[in-house]
């Protein structure tokens, strides 16, 4: 199981970042899939995941209405727009799966890629 996580990197304030990440060694589309990150000195918290079809997404208040979570099974990758970035939005990024979706908890996310560092400077 792999994942790949990219896309990340320096951005001011109000600007916009796309993350991809790409996934193989599994079935993708059996699987739920989120973007968590890690800011600096502070532990890993939920952003946003999305069910095995993409018909379904929940987002973190912290970033609701400005990130948006997506899939392409057809090409096992999944995406995190994020749109309106904020300093605090600076943190490692993780892309996880997950054969049950509906726990934003980390321990139920059982693969996770290498992360990708977002740096938002004010």
């Known amino acids: 199981v792999q994942l790949q996580a990219s896309g990340g990197g320096w951005v001011q304030a109000g600007g916009s970042l796309r993350l991809s990440c790409v996934t193989s060694g599994f079935t993708f589309d059996e699987y739920a899939v989120g973007w968590f990150r890690q800011p600096p000195g502070k532990e890993r918290e939920f952003v946003a995941d999305i069910s095995w079809s993409g018909s379904v997404t929940y987002y973190a208040d912290s970033v609701k209405g400005r990130f948006t979570i997506s899939r392409d099974n057809a090409k096992n990758t999944m995406y995190l727009q994020m749109n309106s970035l904020k300093p605090e939005d600076t943190a490692v990024y993780y892309c996880?799966?997950?054969?049950?979706?509906?726990?934003?908890?980390?321990?139920?996310?059982?693969?996770w890629g290498q992360g990708t560092l977002v740096t938002v400077s004010s």
């Open positions: 996880a799966a997950t054969p049950s979706y509906g726990s934003r908890r980390l321990r139920d996310f059982g693969s």
